[in-house]
Nanobody, 116 residues
């Protein structure tokens, strides 16, 4: 079955960096667009960054120039490098694999907390 496993979350001070990883199995990884979303308590799940199967990237305005999304098709992993973190980046971060609206899968999420 399809599994997406996120790792790398944790507590970091404002201005710090974290690197999230998502390991995928059960899918032909190279054919999927891979995205990172985040959700704070009481808020909707929002797109953070996405990298298409062709390697094109898109970012939310709030993270542009601070976050970098990349993928390694040989290792079936997608990574989100988060720099200059702010308290408002605090959320649960979810990995998503999407090929069609019927082929969309989610990881279990990893908590990122930015606080001094």
């Amino acid at each position: 079955q399809v599994q997406l496993v996120e790792s790398g979350g944790g507590l970091v001070q404002p201005g710090g960096s974290l690197r999230l990883s998502c390991a995928a199995s059960g899918i032909t990884f190279s054919r999927y667009d891979m995205g990172w979303y985040r959700q704070s308590p009481g808020k909707e799940r929002d797109l953070v960054a996405v990298i298409s199967s062709l390697g094109d990237t898109k970012y939310a305005n709030s993270v542009r120039a601070r976050f970098i999304v990349s993928r390694d098709n040989a290792k079936n992993t997608v990574t989100l490098q988060m720099n200059s973190l702010k308290p408002e980046d605090t959320a649960v971060y979810y990995c998503n694999a999407r090929r069609t609206q019927w082929q969309s899968y989610w990881g279990q999420g990893t908590q990122v907390t930015v606080s001094s």
